[in-house]
């Protein structure tokens, strides 16, 4: 998968998990006994989404550092024919940056560049999941407050 497909991914995924949670989230005041029943599987659905998206994440580090490493190699000049063949590119024709140079020559390359949104992008999805985990964890006090309010309508 290129780095663009990676992307779109990405993003799709995330649009999924909001969707999903849009559908889960509302609680049905008049089956409070069986919203907090639910809980345990939607703690489990979402953990799901999470761990998967955390390996995601680490994969999408390791090829980052993969690319980093080729695109070093690319500026400096250290890459054979072959291997710039292989990624469909041309010799670098400027100077051979310094040290310090380096990292700005990496910062700004669009390659590394995507690899960071996508980064971003699965970062921001573990944020949003975590939330929703917490939010499925307060679900019983949600579900305890909801009883106690109906009870108090009701005299009891």
């Known amino acids: 998968m290129d780095v663009n497909e990676a992307r779109i991914k990405s993003e799709m995924i995330l649009e999924n998990i909001n969707s999903e949670w849009k559908k889960d989230s509302p609680i049905d005041e008049s089956n409070i006994s069986g919203e907090a029943l639910s809980i345990p599987k939607l703690q489990s659905k979402y953990i799901d989404f999470l761990t998967r998206l955390k390996l995601a ?21 250290e890459m054979g024919k072959e291997e710039l063949d292989k990624y469909g590119w041309n010799q670098y024709q400027g100077n051979k940056p310094l040290k310090t140079e380096l990292e700005t020559f990496l910062k700004s390359d669009d390659d590394l560049n995507d690899y960071g949104d996508i980064m971003k992008i699965q970062q921001a999805t573990i944020d949003v999941l975590e939330k929703i985990l917490k939010e499925i964890n307060n679900r019983n006090f949600h579900c305890r407050v909801a009883v106690d309010w109906n009870k108090f309508i009701n005299g009891g």
């Open 57 to 77: 994440l680490v994969k999408t580090e390791r090829d980052f550092n993969k690319m980093k490493n080729i695109k070093s190699k690319y500026y400096r000049g």
